[in-house]
C-alpha cells in the first residue's frame, strides 16, 4: 500500500503542476481528492490492515493528501495571477496620443503649467522655508471657536463685523462656518506642539462679500506665526523687512503704521515700497510711493492662554496678507476676477 501511495502522490503532484487553466486544475482536484479517487480508495483498504499496520497507513495518506493539497492551493494562486494579468492585458485601453512625426505645431497638444496662483504660492512658501519657517495646513470648513473665541473674539465682539462670515448649516446655527482667514491653523498649531513656533499657513479663505477689483468672495492668504522666548516687536519688523527684500527684491522695502486687530497687541499694517514707481509715486500707490500689503502685530496674550501656552514666558508675533493681491501687484492684474475665470488667454501668459 505504501508502494502505490507514493507513486498516486508522485502521479497526482505532476498533474497538479501541469494544470494549464484553473478548470484543468478543479479537474485534477476532484479526479485526486474526491470521494471516488484512488487516494480515498486507499483509506477503505485500511480496514484490512493488521492493526498495527494500519495507524501507520494511515499517517501516510493524510500526509500524502495533506501534501496534495498544498501543492493545489500554491498552483491555484499562480493560475489566478496568471488569469489576472491576462485579464487586465486584454481589458486595457490605449490613451497613447501618436502624433505624425514632425507634427505640425498647430496639431501638437499645448502644453499646461502651474496657475498663477499656485506659482505665487510656491515662491511664498519657498521665502518663508528658507527662513526657517515651516508650511502648515488646516481645514477652511471651521468652527466658530476656531475661527472666532480662540482668536479674542467671544460671541458678539464687534470686531467680527470685520469679517463677512459665511455659515454652514451643520450643528448648532452658526457654530460651523467656511473661515474668513487662515489664522484658526495658528490656533490649531499652537494646539498641536509646544513652542518654539516658526509657521507659515497658506489656504483659500472665504468671506461674503462683493466682488470688485481687489475683492473676492474666495481669496487667498498666507500667514506666518512665531513663538518664542523673548521676541519682540522689532523682531517682527525685521522678518517683514527680510521678506519684502527676498522676495520683491533689495531695492523694495517695508513700513508699519499703527492699526487694529483683536488678536494682536499692538497691531500695525505694513507697507511696501510701490514696486511700479519704486517709491516715486504714481497713481497705482496714489502718489504715496507706498502699497499696503497685509497686518501684523504681537499675538494678545488672551490668544496665548486660550491654546494653554504661559504668556509670561513666551511671547510672539503673527503676520498675513493675501496671495492674490501680490499676484496682481507683481504682474500688473487689475482685476483679481480673471484669477479665477480659467480664461486660457489670461493664464497662458504666466
Known sequence: MIDELTRLEQEGAARIGGAATLHDLAAAEHDLLGKRSALAALHRRLGDLAPDDRKGAGRAINEARAR??????????????????????????????????????????????????TQTRDELEDVFVGMGYQVVEGPEAETDWYNFEA???????????????????????????????????????????????????????????????????????????????????????????????????????????????????PSAEFEVTCIFCRGEGCTVCSRTGWIELGGCGMVDPNVFAAVGID???????????????????????????????????????F
Open 68 to 117: 496534495l493539497e498544498t501543492a493545489a492551493d500554491a498552483r491555484r494562486v499562480a493560475l489566478e495571477a496568471g488569469e489576472r494579468r491576462r485579464r487586465l492585458e486584454a481589458e486595457r485601453l490605449d490613451l497613447t496620443e501618436v502624433l505624425p512625426d514632425p507634427a505640425p505645431r498647430a496639431r501638437r497638444p499645448a502644453r499646461g503649467h502651474v496657475h498663477l496662483l
Open 151 to 265: 482668536l479674542n473674539m467671544p460671541p458678539a465682539h464687534p470686531a467680527r463685523s470685520m469679517w463677512d462670515t459665511i455659515y454652514l448649516d451643520l450643528g448648532p446655527p452658526e457654530s460651523v462656518l467656511l473661515r474668513t482667514h487662515t489664522s484658526p491653523v495658528q490656533i490649531r498649531v499652537m494646539e498641536s506642539q509646544p513652542p518654539p513656533i516658526y509657521s507659515v499657513m497658506p489656504g483659500r479663505c472665504f468671506r461674503y462679500e462683493t466682488l470688485d477689483a481687489r475683492h473676492s468672495p474666495v481669496f487667498a492668504q498666507i500667514e506666518g506665526l512665531v513663538v518664542d522666548r523673548g521676541t519682540t516687536f522689532g523682531d517682527l519688523a525685521g522678518t517683514i523687512e527680510a521678506f519684502t527684500g527676498a522676495y520683491f527684491g533689495p531695492d523694495i522695502h517695508s513700513r508699519l503704521r499703527p492699526s487694529y486687530f483683536p488678536f494682536t497687541e
Open 311 to 349: 504668556a509670561e514666558q513666551w511671547s510672539g508675533f503673527a503676520f498675513g496678507f493675501g496671495i492674490d493681491r501680490l499676484a496682481q501687484l507683481r504682474h500688473g492684474v487689475d482685476h483679481i476676477r480673471v484669477l479665477y475665470e480659467n480664461d486660457i488667454r489670461f493664464l497662458s501668459q
